[in-house]
């Protein structure tokens, strides 16, 4: 028997190995893909995090093997290092001990070479049987099976998945979509109109086939039943896109193709959008090392395939790839228009025609990631969920594991038609927090009534807006590593780890380095 199984190879899963190994107990990693490391090898090299010091532990020592990484002259192909500046809120300051941009390639390589001097066991490729695949015993999480018919047995498992799915097949409570602003007294939850002012279309840009002409029918993306009222919960989730890892480099470069099946309607609204005035290219460029990016949505119409995702979170298997699988060919059809379309301005054509994917990135699928952003799926209902009120310092946290410090942070959700017959977006928020801030050890494990061995660092107990600024990659390994801490303390007790004494599991995170408090 494994001592701790964890489901999910992403960042917070392969942290959370590293740390039970430090435990001394036996970790197993099965990861449902092909690539481990989530959006960390994914894409995401302009690292969201807010406050640099809020990280610690192995989180913090990633990144400072990041660094490492660069520093050996080897790993500079494509440009020199003294040639690349890092930018943005991720930008290294002379001094530091650590890095916070980087390649796809590296973050992967990095996560592997840990993951091997720890001797972590990692399975790729084997997806849990969410219909019959969990064996409990009461509240005790005893066995889970694969489709392929392998079985795992464990003491304690993690779900470090970005969907839930262990979480949910073991019949944990979760929630999907907004929750009402009504249902924790937050004034940034639910339908947010009045929010939505960022990455938002010039106004005037009409919805409908035939400009003027209801009866034409809506163009493609647009919510016929939208927005909703103000402040309503519903059931849509902010959108996901692929971070995309191009370079300008000539001979690591592949040009942007027009995809099979290229629809021209799908971005007509785009076309619409620069005809009412945009000049720029929709993208957040950010520079990484061996001229690279980490490209990102920006503005009405970029990379977010809004409102395109929101079965995705408990889609079976099949329709979920169908999902991943659109979601990709609208990127590339994206990029394709932007580069060559006659419709887009010159030197925005120009701009984006210099760019392409990567020959060395992702070469499995054509320079294309692998893993789309899952920004938000499924998220626990615990005996203590994180809300606004935490991220502004209404209410602190007594039992932290972890510090979040991003601004509340929401994606937009829908397309709608306004009351002036004109198309908009809705559900983007970026509103800051008080400061870095403390996440409950409560919010990452479910009640005691519904299981005793299971610990949830990334669908974690947070309403939608908390959950927006916890959401970010190096809190998920911070909270991996604590919830693989717990594991630890639980299993040396013989308890469940609603049983554990928080102070005891503090000492323990505390010596390792974690940060768990911010003095204001």
Not at 35 to 58: E, F, P, V, Y
Not at 89 to 111: H, I
Not at 157 to 181: K, N, P
Not at 489 to 508: C, E, F, H, M, S
Request: charged share 20%.
């Amino acid at each position: 028997m494994i001592d701790i199984v964890i489901y999910g190879g992403t960042s917070a899963g392969i942290v959370a190995a590293l740390q039970a190994a430090r435990m001394h107990k036996s970790a197993l990693i099965i990861e449902p893909g092909r690539r481990l490391g989530g959006l960390t090898t994914g894409g995401l090299g302009q690292t969201d995090i807010g406050n640099k010091a809020a990280i610690g532990g192995i989180s913090r020592e990633f990144y400072r093997r990041i660094k490492k990484h660069y520093a050996d002259l080897s790993n500079w192909k494509w440009q020199k290092p003294e040639e690349y500046t890092s930018g943005g809120q991720s930008r290294t300051q002379s001094g530091e001990d650590a890095m916070w941009t980087f390649e796809p390639s590296a973050a992967l390589q990095v996560f592997k070479d840990m993951l091997a001097e720890a001797g972590v066991d990692v399975i790729c490729g084997e997806r849990l049987n969410r219909t019959s695949g969990v064996r409990l015993d009461g509240t005790r999480l005893l066995a889970i099976t694969m489709e392929s018919g392998r079985t795992f047995c464990g003491q304690m498992f993690i779900d470090a998945t970005y969907e839930g799915d262990l979480m949910a097949a073991a019949g944990v409570r979760f929630h999907v979509g907004r929750e009402s602003a009504g249902v924790y007294g937050e004034s940034l939850n639910g339908v947010r109109t009045l929010e939505a002012k960022y990455h938002q279309f010039r106004e005037g840009v009409a919805p409908y086939f035939i400009k003027g002409d209801p009866t034409s029918g809506l163009l493609p993306g647009i919510d016929p039943a939208g927005p909703g009222t103000e402040g309503d919960g519903d059931g849509r989730v902010q959108a996901y896109c692929f971070r995309m890892c191009l370079t300008d480099h000539p001979a690591n470069r592949r040009p942007f193709d027009k995809p099979p099946g290229y629809d021209e309607n799908e971005y007509e609204l785009l076309l619409r959008n620069f005809e009412a005035g945009e000049t720029r290219a929709p993208w957040i460029n950010s520079q990484m090392p061996n001229c690279k990016t980490d490209t990102n949505n920006r503005l009405g119409f970029s990379t977010d395939f809004i409102g395109m995702n929101y079965r995705y979170p408990e889609a079976q298997y099949a329709e979920r790839e169908e999902i991943i699988r659109k979601h990709l060919e609208y990127q590339q059809g994206l990029m394709w228009t932007l580069a060559r379309h006659p419709r887009v301005p010159g030197p925005v054509r120009s701009e984006v025609n210099r760019w392409g994917t990567c020959k060395d990135e992702f070469a499995e699928n054509q320079g294309w990631p692998t893993q789309l952003y899952i920004r938000e799926a499924r998220r626990m209902v615990g005996d203590y969920v994180m809300t606004q009120h935490h991220c502004q310092g209404r209410t602190v946290a007594e039992d932290p594991v972890g510090l979040a410090a991003y601004t509340m942070d929401s994606h937009h959700v829908q397309r709608y038609v306004d009351a002036e017959g004109c198309v908009r977006n809705e559900g983007d928020v970026e509103v800051g927090t008080s400061g870095p801030f403390p996440i409950s050890f409560r919010s990452i494990i479910p009640g005691a009534s519904e299981c005793g061995n299971l610990l949830v660092p990334v669908c974690l107990a947070a309403s939608h807006i908390a959950y927006g600024s916890i959401r970010m990659e190096p809190v998920f390994m911070v909270l991996g590593q604590s919830a693989a801490t717990a594991a630890s303390q639980a299993i040396d007790a013989k308890t469940a780890v609603q049983g554990i004494p928080y102070n005891q599991l503090r000492a323990q995170m505390l010596a390792d380095g974690q940060q768990l408090e911010w003095q204001r």
